[in-house]
């Protein structure tokens, strides 16, 4: 199982960025895949979830802001994130059961 992001940068507040998590080694269109992010001296927190039928879940932060999609064609997974925050700082990871991808760095700063 692979799991590729890309997709962070520096970006000011309130700008937008989309990740992506290209999958590999798994049958991607009947996994549950989420984002999750760490920042500085945090723990790991869930962001966003979609499942195989493409219902979405989201973390309060998230809610409004971020929309997790999936494309099963390509067997990637995005997350818009738009009106970034400061505290929207983080690494973010791709995961699917118990695989974690390498993270894409996000900072939100002026």
């Known amino acids: 199982v692979q799991l590729q992001a890309s997709g962070g940068g520096l970006v000011q507040p309130g700008g937008s960025l989309r990740l992506s998590c290209a999958a590999s080694g798994f049958t991607f269109r009947l996994a549950t895949l989420d984002w999750y992010r760490q920042a500085p001296g945090n723990q790991r927190e869930l962001v966003a979830t979609v499942t195989s039928g493409g219902s979405t879940n989201y973390a309060e932060s998230a809610k409004g802001r971020f929309t997790i999609s999936r494309d099963n064609a390509k067997n990637t997974v995005y997350l818009q994130m738009n009106s970034l925050k400061p505290e929207d700082t983080a690494v973010y990871y791709c995961?699917?059961?118990?695989?974690w991808g390498k993270g894409t760095l996000v900072t939100v700063s002026s």
């Open positions: 995961h699917m059961g118990t695989y």
